[in-house]
Nanobody, 120 residues
């Protein structure tokens, strides 16, 4: 069955960097959309970034554009989110997700368990 397993979260001071990863297994699609979401305490989950693994097109939340970079290693079937210039408002649980198509819009079929990112 499909599994998405995040890793790499942690605590960092404002202005610092972190990279979170999401290892995908059991997924038969070769080209699809993957994304990162986050949910802070008391807030709704929001989409942070997404990538079409077919052509590499990327999409970002306005507030992270220029600071975060989403990427996908096809050989390792692993999704990454490099986060630079982190701010306290970036504190949240970060989730990776995958869709059943390359379109990065609509419902998401698979989710990871989440990894905590804390910026102080």
């Amino acid at each position: 069955h499909v599994q998405l397993v995040e890793s790499g979260g942690g605590s960092v001071q404002a202005g610092g960097s972190l990279r979170v990863s999401c290892a995908v297994s059991g997924y038969s699609y070769r080209e699809y959309c993957m994304g990162w979401f986050r949910q802070a305490p008391g807030k709704e989950r929001e989409g942070v970034a997404a990538i079409d693994t077919g052509d590499g097109s990327t999409y970002y939340l306005n507030s992270v554009e220029g600071r975060f970079t989403i990427s996908h290693d096809n050989a390792k079937n692993t999704l990454y989110l490099q986060m630079n210039s982190l701010k306290p408002e970036d504190t949240a649980i970060y989730y990776c997700a995958a869709r059943l198509s390359r379109r990065c819009a609509g419902s998401w079929a698979y989710w990871g368990q989440g990894t905590q990112v804390t910026v102080s």
